[in-house]
C-alpha cells in the first residue's frame, strides 16, 4: 500500500478524504481495497439475479426444475466467502499495527470535551485554552452570510506539522467525540477514560472537524479546527502563547478595579456563557434564562454567585463553572453580568468574594 502525500485520481469529491496523515492514507487504501471486492461481488450477484429473470421468463420456462442439495455448491459457497475475508483481514490487519506503532511524540496535547466546547492543555508547555464555536456563528445570523457557519472556533488547537504528535482524549461531563476526517481518524472522549492517538500532519493547513458523538443541546455547537504550522512557526506560536500566559499573570497581580473586572468578565462571558445566554444577554426562551433584566443578577449577590460558583440544582446545562474558572474569571463574569445590557447594580464582585462562596 503506497502512502504518497498527493492525493489520487480516485480520491473525487464524494469519497472519503484522502487526508494528511499516513494512518488517513492508509485507511484511505484499505477502503478502495473492500470497496473494489464489494463491487465485483454486487456486479456478479445482480448479473445472476438478471440472468435468471430473462432465463426463467414465464413465457420460456414454466415448470420450476425440482431438485434439493449439491455437494459442490456447498463447498464453493463457503469456500469462496472464507477466502475473500482472509484477503481482507490480512491487509487490515497490517494497517493497524501500522497505525499503533509510533515513536515517542514532540508535543503532546490533552484534549477534554464538555457540553459545549474542546478544552485543549499542552503537557509541559503550560499552554492551555478552550475552544469554543466562533461568535460568528452564534444567534440569529443568516448562515449564507457567516464563512464556515458552526464549523469554526475561536482558539483553534494549534498543532506542528511534519512532527509526530500525540493527542490524549478524555471528557469531563458526557462522551463525546473528537473527529476531523482528514487526520484519518476519530475517537471518542469518555470520562474517567484516556484515549491515545499519534499521528503526524504532512503539511501545514487548516482542518476542520466537529464533535461526533451525540452529547446534548449543544452537540452540533462544539467544532473542532487545527490549524497545522510549519515547525518553526509552531515554535514562534509556543513562544507566544507562554508570554501572553507570562503576561495575565502578571496582570492578575494588578489591583482589582471595575475597569479591570468588566474586561476580564466580558472574555469570560464571550467565550463560554453567550453560547447559551447569547451575546446580548438575552438568552433563548424556553431553554436558557435571560441575564438582562434576571431577578438573580439584579438581587443578592450571594444566590448569584451560588449559582454561578455550583451551578443549577435543577438544570445541569448551567454547569459548576467554579470547576472551570478561577476566582478573578467568576469575579470579573459576575460584574459584568451585574453591570451589562439593562443591568445596572453597580456591584464589583471581589475574587476574594468568590473564594468565600467556593
Ligand atoms: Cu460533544
Given at each position: 500500500?503506497?502512502?504518497?502525500?498527493?492525493?489520487?485520481?480516485?480520491?473525487?469529491?464524494?469519497?472519503?478524504?484522502?487526508?494528511?496523515?499516513?494512518?488517513?492514507?492508509?485507511?484511505?487504501?484499505?477502503?478502495?481495497?473492500?470497496?473494489?471486492?464489494?463491487?465485483?461481488?454486487?456486479?456478479?450477484?445482480?448479473?445472476?439475479?438478471?440472468?435468471?429473470?430473462?432465463?426463467?421468463?414465464?413465457?420460456?420456462?414454466?415448470?420450476?426444475?425440482?431438485?434439493?442439495?449439491?455437494?459442490w455448491?456447498?463447498?464453493?459457497?463457503?469456500?469462496?466467502?472464507?477466502?475473500?475475508?482472509?484477503?481482507?483481514?490480512?491487509?487490515?490487519?497490517?494497517?493497524?499495527?501500522?497505525?499503533?506503532?509510533?515513536?515517542?511524540?514532540?508535543?503532546?496535547?490533552?484534549?477534554?470535551?464538555?457540553?459545549?466546547?474542546?478544552?485543549?492543555?499542552?503537557?509541559?508547555?503550560?499552554?492551555?485554552f478552550?475552544?469554543?464555536?466562533a461568535?460568528?456563528?452564534?444567534?440569529?445570523?443568516?448562515?449564507?452570510?457567516?464563512a464556515f457557519?458552526?464549523?469554526?472556533?475561536?482558539?483553534?488547537?494549534?498543532?506542528?506539522?511534519?512532527?509526530?504528535?500525540?493527542?490524549?482524549?478524555?471528557?469531563?461531563?458526557?462522551i463525546?467525540?473528537?473527529?476531523?476526517?482528514?487526520?484519518?481518524?476519530?475517537?471518542?472522549?469518555?470520562?474517567?477514560?484516556?484515549?491515545?492517538?499519534?499521528?503526524?500532519?504532512?503539511?501545514?493547513?487548516?482542518?476542520?472537524?466537529?464533535?461526533?458523538?451525540l452529547?446534548?443541546?449543544?452537540?452540533?455547537?462544539?467544532?473542532?479546527?487545527?490549524?497545522?504550522?510549519?515547525?518553526?512557526?509552531?515554535?514562534?506560536?509556543?513562544?507566544?502563547?507562554q508570554?501572553a500566559?507570562?503576561?495575565?499573570?502578571?496582570?492578575?497581580?494588578?489591583?482589582?478595579?471595575?475597569?479591570?473586572?468588566?474586561?476580564?468578565?466580558?472574555?469570560?462571558?464571550?467565550?463560554i456563557?453567550?453560547?447559551?445566554?447569547?451575546?446580548?444577554?438575552?438568552g433563548?426562551?424556553?431553554?436558557?434564562?435571560a441575564?438582562?433584566?434576571?431577578?438573580?443578577?439584579?438581587?443578592?449577590?450571594?444566590?448569584?454567585?451560588?449559582?454561578?460558583?455550583?451551578?443549577?440544582?435543577?438544570?445541569?446545562?448551567?454547569?459548576?463553572?467554579?470547576?472551570?474558572?478561577?476566582?478573578?474569571?467568576?469575579?470579573?463574569?459576575?460584574?459584568?453580568?451585574?453591570?451589562?445590557?439593562?443591568?445596572?447594580?453597580?456591584?464589583?464582585?471581589t475574587?476574594?468574594?468568590?473564594?468565600?462562596a467556593?
Open positions: 500500500m503506497p502512502t504518497t502525500t498527493s492525493a489520487p485520481e480516485e480520491a473525487l469529491r464524494f469519497n472519503l478524504p484522502y487526508g494528511v496523515t499516513a494512518d488517513s492514507h492508509l485507511a484511505w487504501h484499505m477502503h478502495m481495497l473492500v470497496l473494489e471486492i464489494v463491487a465485483i461481488i454486487g456486479a456478479g450477484v445482480f448479473a445472476v439475479i438478471l440472468w435468471s429473470i430473462v432465463r426463467h421468463r414465464r413465457s420460456q420456462r414454466p415448470e420450476a426444475a425440482k431438485f434439493s442439495g449439491s455437494f455448491v456447498e463447498i464453493a459457497w463457503t469456500v469462496v466467502p472464507t477466502l475473500i475475508l482472509i484477503g481482507i483481514a490480512i491487509p487490515a490487519t497490517r494497517v493497524l499495527l501500522i497505525e499503533n506503532s509510533h515513536p515517542d511524540p514532540k508535543v503532546t496535547v490533552e484534549i477534554r470535551g464538555s457540553q459545549w466546547k474542546w478544552h485543549y492543555h499542552y503537557v509541559g508547555l503550560g499552554i492551555d478552550f475552544s469554543n464555536l461568535a460568528a456563528s452564534r444567534g440569529d445570523v443568516n448562515p449564507a452570510k457567516v457557519y458552526l464549523r469554526d472556533v475561536d482558539h483553534p488547537l494549534v498543532l506542528p506539522a511534519q512532527e509526530d504528535v500525540r493527542l490524549v482524549i478524555t471528557s469531563d461531563d458526557v463525546h467525540s473528537w473527529w476531523v476526517p482528514e487526520l484519518g481518524f476519530k475517537r471518542d472522549a469518555i470520562p474517567g477514560y484516556i484515549n491515545r492517538v499519534d499521528l503526524s500532519i504532512e503539511r501545514p493547513g487548516v482542518y476542520r472537524g466537529q464533535c461526533a458523538s452529547c446534548g443541546a449543544g452537540h452540533a455547537f462544539m467544532p473542532i479546527v487545527v490549524r497545522a504550522l510549519a515547525p518553526d512557526q509552531f515554535q514562534a506560536w509556543v513562544k507566544d502563547q508570554a500566559v507570562a503576561a495575565r499573570k502578571a496582570q492578575s497581580a494588578a489591583p482589582w478595579t471595575r475597569q479591570i473586572a468588566m474586561a476580564a468578565g466580558a472574555e469570560v462571558f464571550g467565550s456563557c453567550a453560547a447559551c445566554h447569547q451575546p446580548d444577554g438575552k433563548v426562551p424556553g431553554a436558557f434564562p441575564l438582562d433584566g434576571s431577578p438573580v443578577v439584579n438581587g443578592p449577590l450571594a444566590a448569584h454567585l451560588k449559582i454561578v460558583v455550583h451551578g443549577s440544582p435543577r438544570n445541569p446545562a448551567m454547569a459548576a463553572w467554579g470547576k472551570q474558572l478561577d476566582d478573578r474569571q467568576i469575579a470579573g463574569v459576575i460584574t459584568y453580568e451585574r453591570n451589562s445590557w439593562g443591568n445596572h447594580t453597580g456591584t464589583l464582585v475574587p476574594e468574594q468568590v473564594e468565600t467556593r
